[in-house]
């Protein structure tokens, strides 16, 4: 009879051996990689744990049950050293004790292999029992500590682990004969009775004006009138600028959808546009629409990431027109961006005829356009056939150099307008000129020019505004009354090399500029960074409120920053209300005498976190979070603004996309509530000398060999001695992060204190994981978000954001999540909400990101409370 016995001690014999073999793979880099650490500084722990790896692999291959014993010790010895470093934060236990506990598992599993070699049975209970304990204490850890991670404070974690509805509605493919097309080539001349479309994609006559009629204004610097104030159209009904008003709070005073019964939230429609990319490749991999659109009377205006204009019914989701101002491929900058629209009244327009209401946006080719309301057709009496080109005076540039990627603000009927000079490529760049032009003409009104501040017009012939200056790419806010936009300016050309910058770029670049609209002179700023060399741009429209204070309210002005600080300043006059500390920054680097040697800290709040140690790093086991330990210790960081360096890298933090970018603040005035989300996420940067640049292919956009994405992540910068190589978020070989989550949260804050309120990490792992697999698990992770909340007078902020392609409702007053659903793609824009009938509408075009990784779609899509009629039918457009 075969001898089942032996063949049983058989295959648990290979069972040891391939045990042994899986623990040597994982144990030999982790004792070699723990040397180096050690070598470096570091922790010692990964030197021991190696060392145990190592001998509980030697005694499985040698089927001895001593591999059990000093498995279980290395293991009681993670434990305690995982207790030691990071508490019960289930995140960072992720990579010290998931991986550990696994092996633990298959050690335990290889006990009947070793039974009986060097231990008696007595032993070997021993040991399973002894693991076992060490087992249950290593679940217990994790258990305990997804009750919630709490940011700043211990709070309850956000529900995202609710199951998700998915509704669907019913898609109707719906497109007017002829939507709004103008022949090639031809301008439009529209009667009156022509220029309106049928009855039910009209401009509705009984929307609110916006304008009352005025006197004749002051004169600008180019000669042209300007106007009075002009009145402001209230948010609610209609959701009127990007911000929701050009004061930028993102705040509704609609109120019929409340925490208690958003869960009856119905998709009632989605809208198609049609615009995508084609190819895996190219076009496909620069995506980024970023687009929130504006609601007037019955009317959505919806700009897709190629800059077509879109009118939508706001009830249904039909289509009634769109303009397609056919922009070229090439010429899209980091990416295809259109953030927004602008709305204009004509004062004194006949409302009958062409353009008396029109939306103003700017293209990805540097044109700024203007079409009626009603039909889509292009403004005859706007610039040039309803196109004003905006390279006239910007000297050499070439497609994708130069784009307007946000929507203009119109302040006493001017329209203003900065610009996105892609980052990094040289010095001698398209100037950053910030220009206002008659929203009624076109007309150029002032040109706000960094590096000719004694002229206000266009240059002369043959010459061109000032190069390579600070630009502002994102979107302004204005005070009608007192006549003053407010411009968040980003830093010079080349972002991280400083000693060829003027001196007024060193005094201007990062800062907040009040920019009066009838002369287009500044009347105040204030910086944010002093020489910036990190990027640290402001990317957020500031916030107008009236400030509470000990007497009375004062008119501010709220300025988020990417390096988390939020000021408040009187907006007439710039002086903060809370002074902010000159405090030592870390000198030295390769200018040490460019480098300013104290930077403004917030004394209101800031969205920062502490320096990061070693311990912060990261990864999903052992092996890649101890190659970050690496990483940091072989980097040079000193916290917050450590000077750039070139013989090695050095670590940014947060990064140029935290705490606050282009997403904004949202303000509840009546509650005194602020929120802000963010991001927290770190860069592992280096300078790269000019020479070894040259050798690598860095090319700027200009060069002849200049391929999208060739030069991965390297900038030039060329002009100054060093090309850049920016490792956003620092990614590991995982495609996971360096550093420990939450990537991401959102806070609310108190308005007139700045304090926190709550905090919680915000975004669920369920889309992200190694290597871009995702995890789906509805686990509060906080990941990295882009994209603003809104509140509402009903108590809820509304925001999307996060890379789990979720949209959230969120209660004001607890930071619970209350609903939520899903995305067809990134949520990285701001929704908005509206009212048709006495209906409460929220909507959001979640068109993905190439930059967040997140999936590309042209969708718009609405949600209501069910009617107690019949339901809204879906539509589709293209």
Known sequence: MPDTHSAHRGFGF?????????????????????????????????????????????????????????????????????LWEAGFDGWAQVPR?????????????????????????????????????????????????????????????????????????????????????????????????????????????????????????????????????????????????YGGNYHGTRYSPLDQITPDNVGELTRVWEYNSGDLPEGEGGDAASYSPENTPLKIGDDLYHCTAMGIMVAIDAATGLEEWRYDPDVPTDAIPYGATCRGAAYFEVPDADPDTICATRVLWGTLDARLIAVDTRTGQPCPDFGMAGEVYLEDGLGDTVPGWYAITSPPTIVRGIAVVGAQVNDGQAEDAPSGVVRGYDAVTGELAWAWDLGNPDSRTAPAEGETYSRGTPNMW??????????????????????????????????????IVAVDVTTGDDVWHFQTVHNDVWDYDL?????????????????????????????????????????????????????????SPTQPF?????????????????????????????????????????????????????????????????????????????????????????????????????????????????????????????????????????????????????????????DKPFGSARKNGPWGIPSMLPLDIGTPNNGGPIVTAGGLIFIAATTDDLIRAIDIETGETVWQDTLPGGGQTTPIVYEVAGRQFLVVAPGGHHFMETPVSDAVIAWALPETGQAVEGAAGN
């Open 602 to 758: 917030s004394t209101y709040h800031t969205l920062a976190f502490e320096p990061l140690e070693e311990k912060d790093m990261w990864g999903m086991t052992p092996l890649d979070q101890l190659w970050c330990r690496i990483q940091y210790r072989q980097a040079h960081y000193e916290g917050m603004y450590t000077p750039p360096t070139s013989d090695q890298r050095w670590i940014q933090y947060p990064g140029y996309n935290g705490g606050q970018d282009w997403g904004s603040l949202a303000v509840d005035e009546d509650r005194g509530i602020m929120i802000a989300n963010y991001n927290n996420m770190p860069n592992y940067n280096r300078l790269i000398p000019r020479e070894e640049a040259d050798e690598m292919g860095v090319r700027a956009i200009f060069e002849p060999e200049w391929e999208r994405g060739a030069g991965g992540e390297a900038g030039p910068q060329l002009g100054s001695p060093y090309a850049i190589a920016v490792n956003a978020g620092w990614r590991q070989w995982t495609g996971l992060l360096c550093s420990e989550p939450p990537y991401g949260g959102i806070r609310a804050i108190d308005l007139e204190t700045g304090e926190t309120l709550w």
């Open 14 to 82: 290979w069972a040891a051996i391939a045990i042994g073999v899986v623990i040597a793979i994982f144990g030999v880099p982790i004792l070699a990689g723990g040397v180096w650490l050690a070598a470096l500084g570091g922790s010692w722990y990964y030197v021991l744990a190696g060392i145990g790896l190592v001998l509980t692999a030697f005694f499985l291959f040698r089927r001895s049950m001593l591999a059990v014993w000093v498995y279980l010790v290395t293991f009681a010895g993670t434990v305690v050293w995982a």
């Open 474 to 511: 994102t979107i302004a806010a204005a005070d009608e009354e007192l006549g003053l936009v407010y411009l968040p300016l980003g830093n010079s050309a080349v972002d991280y090399y400083g000693s060829n910058r003027s001196d007024l770029e060193n005094e201007y670049a990062t800062s």
């Open 97 to 241: 004790l998931v991986a550990p506990t696994v092996v633990l598992i298959l050690v335990l599993a290889a006990i009947p292999a070793l039974r009986g070699r060097f231990a008696r049975p007595a032993s070997t209970a021993a040991a399973a029992i002894a693991g076992g304990l060490a087992l249950a204490t290593s679940l217990t850890v994790l258990t305990l500590s997804q009750n919630g991670t709490a940011i700043a404070q211990d709070a309850p974690a956000v529900d995202d682990a609710a199951p998700l509805e998915e509704t669907e509605a019913p898609v109707t493919e719906v497109l007017p004969d002829e939507p709004g097309e103008v022949p090639e080539g031809q301008t439009p001349t529209v009667e009156p009775d022509e220029a309106a479309p049928a009855e039910d994609a009209a401009q509705p006559a009984a929307a609110p004006s916006a304008q009352a009629e005025q006197a004749t204004g002051p004169i600008t610097p180019t000669g042209v009138e300007a106007r009075h104030p002009l009145a402001m159209m209230e948010v609610g009904e209609n959701w009127p600028a």
């Open 539 to 595: 990317g957020s429209q500031p916030a107008l409120v009236d400030f509470p204070g000990d007497e009375g309210t004062v008119p501010a002005i709220i300025v988020s920053s990417k390096q988390g600080d939020i000021y408040v300043l009187d907006r007439e006059t710039g002086e903060p209300l809370f002074a902010p500390e000159e405090r030592e920054v870390p000198q030295g680097g390769v200018e040490p005498e460019y480098l």
